[in-house]
């Protein structure tokens, strides 16, 4: 499904103009809206007259927001990515969510909680019916708490994850290709021996990772050692233990990619505890994500995303969710970017720090 940066690209315009085109707003020329409808109707984008849901009788005005956690997990502002001073993607995102469902004269309810055992209770306000629909933000998750929110009867999108079940909607990054163009990357840079620190193998995000580590390495006729690959939440600590394992088992990498910059971090502060050189010693790429405020030295060549724009995607699925002009499910994925730095020997070698967009 089209994206809205994909109209905005095709129109001429920029993404909050297709937002408000979509959602109906006025104060726009009507050669600028007729422009982006054009753009959405060639794109095959889902549009009526106005794209915000109808407030019908039986609707609350309502949206619940969930961020997922592990179970025991403190419920503090680290867990669930309410971070002024480091935001994370997942309370960017929740700023693109509310941009459009303010606008449109909705509320949002925003928890923490584990969606990992079916037992576990609902949210209360999905318990007492105070909500039309739910973002889930995050990929931790089990499918039968999934189901059991869709049985609740509320509609359900996820923000960041992806899993195939009917009338579960999915907006997220394109890990899959992030993680092979990373580790591409790698190789053509002249590493023979390159390890993934992979986030938790229990998400789907995850699981597209190490899919498309493993596919660049295989492309280019590598064969890829299990012994080289971490599954560890997105912490500098994991960074720092598993680049420091990985030296102390005698294991040869060359190479690194990261699934957070995070972990990058942690790569970076034990090569200068071991006194090792990057990147002639190791190089390292990784995921930046979206509006990290970390700058390493050497620069991180990195991918990454727009985290504000997933949640934007978000609220527009959820409203034409509401408004019946959405498939059982969709899955919507966004492109990426690539930024070429020098933690690979790539800036050292006269190549150019542009970004890269793929898609």
Not at 194 to 215: A, C, E, H, W
Not at 223 to 238: K, P
Request: proline share 4%; glycine share 10%; with cysteine.
């Amino acid at each position: 499904m089209a994206t809205i940066r994909e109209i905005a690209d095709l129109a001429g315009v920029s993404k909050a103009t297709v937002s408000r085109v979509l959602n109906g707003k006025r104060h726009i020329s009507e050669a600028t809206s007729r422009r982006v409808r054009d753009a959405a109707e060639r794109l095959g984008y889902p549009i009526t007259p106005t794209a915000v849901p109808s407030r019908r009788p039986n609707r609350t005005g309502n949206f619940g927001a969930i961020f997922t956690q592990y179970p025991g997990s403190e419920r503090t502002s680290a867990n669930i990515g309410v971070n002024l001073q480091n935001p994370s993607w997942s309370s960017e995102a929740l700023q693109g969510i509310e941009t459009l469902v303010r606008e449109a004269g909705f509320n949002v309810f925003v928890t923490s909680m584990s969606l990992l055992r079916a037992e576990d209770p609902l949210p209360l306000f999905v318990q007492q019916q105070q909500v039309d629909g739910v973002f889930v933000l995050g990929g931790v998750f089990s499918r039968d708490y999934l189901q059991k929110l869709v049985d609740a009867g509320v509609a359900v999108v996820i923000v960041g994850g992806c899993i195939s079940l009917p009338n579960v909607h999915c907006v997220y990054a394109d890990n899959y290709r992030g993680a092979y163009l990373l580790a591409e990357h790698l190789l053509t840079q002249g590493c023979r021996h390159v390890g993934l620190i992979n986030g938790p193998n229990t998400t789907n995000t995850s699981q597209d990772k190490l899919f498309g580590y493993r596919s660049a390495l295989e492309r280019h006729g590598f064969d890829w050692d299990g012994r080289l690959v971490s599954h560890a939440d997105f912490t500098e600590t994991s960074g720092y233990e598993t680049i420091k394992y990985w030296h102390e088992e005698g294991l040869t990498v060359d190479g690194v990619v990261c699934g957070h910059v995070l972990q990058a971090l942690g790569v970076y502060q034990y090569c200068d505890d071991r006194e090792l050189h990057i990147p002639r010693d190791l190089a390292v790429v990784g995921f930046e994500g979206g509006g990290s405020v970390l700058r390493l030295e050497p620069q991180l060549t990195s991918v990454r995303w727009f985290n504000r724009e997933m949640g934007m995607e978000a609220a527009q699925r959820m409203f034409q969710i509401l408004d019946g002009r959405a498939a059982m499910a969709a899955r919507t994925i966004l492109p990426i970017e690539m930024k070429i730095g020098s933690s690979c020997g790539s800036g050292l070698d006269g190549i150019s720090d542009e970004a890269h967009k793929t898609g």
